[in-house]
């Protein structure tokens, strides 16, 4: 059984302000930083 990540609240902040900097797609954040798509556009909303 997999156990959820806990992602601390730097990183969140560091994927969100990159996903609201537009200069990546959110497909190439959510490769690049291991994260799914849908999770980058809640921090970002959060953000």
Same mark, same amino acid.
């Given at each position: 059984?997999?156990?959820?990540?806990?992602?601390?609240?730097? #990183?969140?902040?560091?994927? +969100?302000? +990159? +996903?609201?900097?537009?200069?990546?797609?959110?497909?190439?954040?959510? #490769?690049? #930083?291991?994260?799914?798509?849908?999770?980058?556009?809640?921090?970002?909303?959060?953000?």
């Amino acid at each position: 059984m997999s156990k959820r990540k806990n992602h601390s609240p730097v #990183f969140k902040i560091k994927v +969100a302000l +990159a +996903a609201h900097s537009g200069e990546k797609t959110i497909v190439e954040l959510s #490769f690049e #930083f291991g994260v799914h798509q849908t999770q980058i556009h809640r921090w970002v909303k959060q953000l």
